[in-house]
């Protein structure tokens, strides 16, 4: 079943936590596809694994409908299986589902505000006929929804009562027949809700109940102890808004809840952040904006490994995606080496970074240097160094001398005396030894590294390759005798690539690289800029790029997809002007806030950031189309501000049919 799906996901996101070990280990989120398809309802789902084979509940769509369970199978089946059974019962209401003692429970409130239970009868079936109902010696009737886990030997549900703002809960005893023993209706102390609240069992004898507000976006939380009956006060969840509460589950088999909501009024996108071991300071962060619903979403494991999320989307389709967890500074040794060692680079994806070294600001420079700042000129928001643990592994060099060493440098000119303006970032030392620690401990990775636009007068190209060749040594890649077509990614494990381009220094172990239709070099970059702050003209570049590239690679050829989005003149001259003068009056001030609000000006950053949302679903859309196929795949996927958001998916498209 989840295998089936899988095929259908290409396109990813990135979320980045930190695991106990004190490792960045990273979640990959799938591309949601729609299953079940003649499906609609307008609450939300439950999705559930039930000693592996997973289970799916929804009611029809209307002020009230009937109940549904669907089997969908297990992991590692060849196709998807829809084993459906509808129940006879209504509800206004998202079902749910909790299990324990090895019976699965799906629960619904009733049309009478009572809840209602049907227990499986195999391990891919429910017991569809036989409807019961838990009996509460109280009269508050349960109200919007229901969430249910099992704290103990124990389940506890949680819901809304059917007055103004208070939220509930029962402890229920299971019968040895699987049937739910009374108990009472109890409200939870000073926590008001105008939403039905999520509860997760949060070890062996407490749990961890969610909420937003009432009439309040916030989002809260509080705990139960069961064995002491007592909760704690409610504490906010960060500083994050919903206008539902949030979905809480625990992930990896360990001790991190893991928390998904959407935004506040009418945003609908998704976002996320993670509780380990009671500290909420990891920040919320938002999913890309194709998962989008008004509803709360549902999780589930698949493996030690792999998770689904499944949610209603907002045409009232039930979508699903899977994540998997994976570390990112050594993604080549875990997703490529144990099946692709035999391959090459013109086999593979890779996350690039543009102007790599430029994500701090270390002096300028050019002949009008005083406009030159942070906003006009950089272009990463991690330090090279970072982005090797990000698992960045192209990287684009460009060189030049500030105060007597060596920098990365962004300006319009290889010389930078004769540029306008320019900036220096990065410390190539910094880079270079960055680069040597990270080789030595991940051994099996790759870095590619191309070293463009010289200025002899200025950086001596001697003295710079005598720099990288004192630092880097052994672990430089160097065989003139071969092309990128015939070195095996296993004879690249553990070394760096270092190209000039133009520029080939045998003694030095560099070799040249190119970026032209056809050329001699060690390595030929094929690519299209498309030099535009304009999404549409971004997209329009590449596509034509890529249809135009179908039959036309050759051996030395790496196929690059350049995604930036640029400054126009106007922006670089006037977003950036504040950075420029500390106190230029409120007048000049004034007058450029509105020009800027008026212009929808952008620093670099800013443009790569909105550009970069739409990477892959361009890509993929693409692919889809034959636009990019076996042949004219790309090879780097080459980003501004990049992370591990672009790693992801490159590991996604490796697994793709296009790179198999």
Known sequence: MVNSLIKQALITTILTIIVKAGLAQSLAFS??????????????????????GFFVTWKNAGASGNVNVCYLGKQYESKFIEQRQGVDAQTAFAPAFTSMNNRLYTLWINTDGGLNYIVNKNDTAFNVSDIRTCSFNTNIKLHDGITAAAVGNKLIIASRANDKNSVVYAVLQPNADGTLGASGIIKVPNVTSDNYPFIVGNGPKTARLLFKGYKDTGIYYADF????????????????QTEVSPAV??????????????????????????DLDGDRRVT?????????????????????????????????????SYFTDYNPANWMETELMTT????????IVIPGSHDAGLSVLNGVGGMQSGPINECNTLTQKLSVGQQLNAGLRMFDIRVGTHKNAFYTKHCSS??????????????????LTATKAFLEKNKKEIVIMTLSHFCERETPMKKLSDTIFTVLGNHLYYEPSKDVSQIKLSELAGKAIVTFEGYALPDKLIDSSSMAKKSKAFLNIRREYAATNKMANLLLKQNTFFSGLAKDINQNDLVRLDWQ?????????????DFESKKPGLLI?????????????????????????????????WINAGVITKTNKPNILYVDVAGSWITDYCIELNKSKIYN
């Not at 069961?226 to 500083?239: E, H, M, V």
């Not at 950053?605 to 990477?615: E, L, T, Y």
């Open 340 to 347: 692709k060692a035999d391959k090459t680079l013109k086999d």
């Open 225 to 240: 102890d069961i064995q002491a009956n007592t909760w704690t006060g409610k504490s906010p969840l960060l500083k994050s």
């Open 589 to 621: 001030n004034s007058a450029m806030l509105l020009t800027n609000m008026v212009k929808k000006y952008k620093s670099i950053i800013d443009h790569s950031i909105m550009g970069n949302k739409f990477i892959s679903k361009s890509v993929n859309d």
């Open 565 to 577: 989005l640029t400054q126009s003149p106007d922006e670089a001259a006037m977003i950036c002007n």
């Open 284 to 320: 919320a962060t938002a999913l890309p904006g194709y998962f989008a619903t008004a509803l709360p979403v549902s999780i589930c494991s698949v493996d030690d490994r792999k998770f689904i999320l499944s949610y209603v989307g907002e045409d009232g389709k039930l979508y699903i």
């Open 31 to 52: 591309y949601p596809a729609n299953y079940l398809p003649d499906v609609s309802t307008d609450r939300a789902l439950d999705i559930t694994n039930f000693k592996g």
């Open 414 to 431: 290889d010389c930078m005396e004769d540029s306008f303006g320019g900036a220096y970032g990065e410390k190539l030392a910094d880079i």
């Open 249 to 274: 589950y625990k992930v990896l088999q360990s001790n991190e809840l893991f928390y998904v909501w959407n935004g506040p009024k009418k945003d609908n996108n998704l976002y996320y952040a993670y």
